[in-house]
């Protein structure tokens, strides 16, 4: 398992942006499937952003075309940039990565159950005002 943080939270008005970063302990090339994940108070757990390999992205329906995930391997770091942000996407925001050299699909299914998910990072802050 690789260490992840996160960085880059905070309170932001509605309509603003925001930049999550997460700096792995490791060699990040070697995880081909990460993901941000996001839990709000009395809600579940659930995957926003997806990335595999080092470029392919899958994103939940609630932010495609305002956020966008990267990742850097010469930096060991996953980025999230979130844009025209709404109260709904407050929470916690984690960084996962599943066992290294795992794809996060076969081509028929496409996991996004934290279980399948072994490597957390702490987690930061997003607070979204209206």
């Known amino acids: 398992q690789v260490q992840l943080v996160e960085s880059g939270g905070g309170s932001v008005q509605a309509g603003g942006s925001l930049r999550l970063s997460c700096t792995a302990s490791?060699?990040?090339?070697?995880?081909?499937?990460m993901g941000w994940f996001r839990q709000a108070p009395g809600k579940e757990r659930e995957g926003v952003a997806f990335?595999?390999?080092?470029?392919?992205?899958r994103y939940v329906d609630s932010v495609k075309g305002r956020f966008t995930s990267s990742k850097d391997n010469a930096k060991n770091t996953l980025s999230l940039q979130m844009s025209s942000l709404e109260p709904e996407d407050s929470g916690m925001y984690y960084c996962?990565?599943?066992?290294?050299?795992?794809?996060?699909?076969?081509?028929?299914?496409?996991?996004?159950?934290?279980?399948?998910?072994?490597?957390w990072g702490q987690g930061t802050q997003v607070a979204v005002t209206s």
């Open positions: 990335i595999e390999g080092d470029r392919s992205t």
């Open positions: 996962a990565a599943a066992e290294a050299f795992a794809y996060c699909g076969d081509g028929v299914r496409f996991m996004t159950s934290t279980t399948y998910y072994k490597s």
């Open positions: 490791g060699d990040i090339s070697r995880y081909f499937c």
